[in-house]
């Protein structure tokens, strides 16, 4: 059963700010954002705190493999008071983004993307915080979340675990704080939020988590974080992507009734992965 989330609550602890991003933050709370191309550089306007503000993104595009030894693609960033003219804006032919804000084909037909996420909300039950605006230039395939859903201790809770990868290599860092927050470019949290569950209507984050070192392999487990589990009718998965590539993300429905020859088949994948943290039960 594909398109499932799944996660043993022990191996994933809750996540603070990330430490270290190399994934591309312009601003918070911006407002009117516009993107523009000129050559091998992209332009970004953008309105905060009552001022026009500007930056031209330079130097990197997609991102490395995970690597202690060659450092991870970042951009140079050239900020300024005020608007910038020049470049434009080729339509743009790569695959829908979530949270997207604009995006643009550049001449050498790479792809570059404004998205804008409210990535920290609190666990739990939050549904807001300050929206960030992510820049992105990639080419070829998106990163990958993959995701499975299954149960736990017999049925009695729903279970989410996974792969995130990128180019077919696993997504991770190499070094973490103690609750989960990447403490090198390479690391990559993932944030789970749930539809109509008991912390009330829409979309409301759940928890958040880290990639696994080697695997790129997560889980989380529905246990009662506070009282009672926050299922929902359906989950979705989102990460900055490795590198500069975009924000990438998961969504499907919530699990039937629990059915044993169903969850065997998952502990019997989880298993094929090879993640020591992530364990069936």
């Known amino acids: 059963?594909?398109?499932?989330?799944?996660?043993?609550?022990?191996?994933?602890?809750?996540?603070?700010?990330?430490a270290a991003q190399a994934s591309f933050i312009v601003d918070?709370?911006?407002?009117a954002a516009s993107l523009r191309i000129s050559g091998q550089t992209a332009i970004v306007n953008w309105t905060s705190r009552g001022a026009r503000r500007s930056v031209v993104l330079a130097g990197a595009v997609n991102s490395q493999p995970p690597s202690q030894s060659v450092p991870q693609a970042s951009f140079?960033?050239?900020y300024r008071y005020g608007a910038q003219a020049g470049g434009s804006c080729r339509p743009y032919t790569g695959p829908?983004?979530?949270?997207?804000?604009?995006?643009?084909?550049?001449?050498?037909?790479?792809?570059?993307?404004?998205?804008?996420?409210?990535?920290?909300?609190?666990?739990?039950?939050?549904?807001?915080?300050?929206?960030?605006?992510?820049?992105?230039?990639?080419?070829?395939?998106?990163p990958t979340i993959e995701v499975w859903l299954d149960w736990s201790y017999d049925g009695r809770f729903q279970h989410v675990f996974g792969?995130?990868?990128?180019?077919?290599?696993?997504?991770?860092?190499?070094?973490?704080?103690?609750?989960?927050?990447?403490?090198?470019?390479?690391?990559?949290?993932?944030?789970?939020?749930?539809?109509?569950?008991?912390?009330?209507?829409?979309?409301r984050r759940e928890s958040s988590?880290?990639?696994?070192?080697?695997?790129?392999v997560f889980c989380y487990g529905f246990y009662l974080h506070g009282?009672?589990?926050g299922?929902?009718?359906?989950?979705?998965?989102?990460?900055?992507?490795?590198?500069?590539?975009?924000i990438v993300s998961w969504s499907g429905q919530a699990l039937p009734e629990y059915d044993a020859a169903v969850e065997q088949q998952m502990n019997d994948l989880q298993r094929s992965f090879g993640d020591r943290l992530c364990r069936h039960n």
């Not at 704080?177 to 090198?184: E, Q």
């Open 1 to 18: 059963m594909r398109g499932v989330l799944a996660a043993a609550a022990l191996a994933c602890a809750l996540v603070l700010p990330a």
């Open 28 to 31: 918070r709370n911006a407002s």
């Open 76 to 78: 140079h960033a050239a």
């Open 96 to 142: 829908a983004l979530l949270f997207l804000v604009a995006a643009c084909d550049a001449p050498d037909s790479s792809h570059w993307a404004l998205q804008s996420w409210q990535r920290l909300q609190p666990n739990y039950g939050g549904h807001s915080a300050d929206s960030e605006l992510h820049a992105s230039h990639w080419t070829g395939d998106l």
């Open 163 to 203: 792969r995130y990868t990128y180019q077919g290599q696993p997504v991770h860092g190499f070094r973490s704080t103690g609750v989960g927050s990447p403490l090198d470019p390479y690391g990559r949290n993932l944030y789970l939020d749930t539809l109509d569950s008991r912390y009330g209507p829409g979309w």
């Open 209 to 216: 988590f880290l990639a696994h070192k080697p695997t790129g």
């Open 227 to 229: 009282g009672a589990p």
């Open 231 to 246: 299922i929902g009718s359906a989950y979705r998965l989102s990460a900055q992507g490795p590198g500069v590539t975009p």
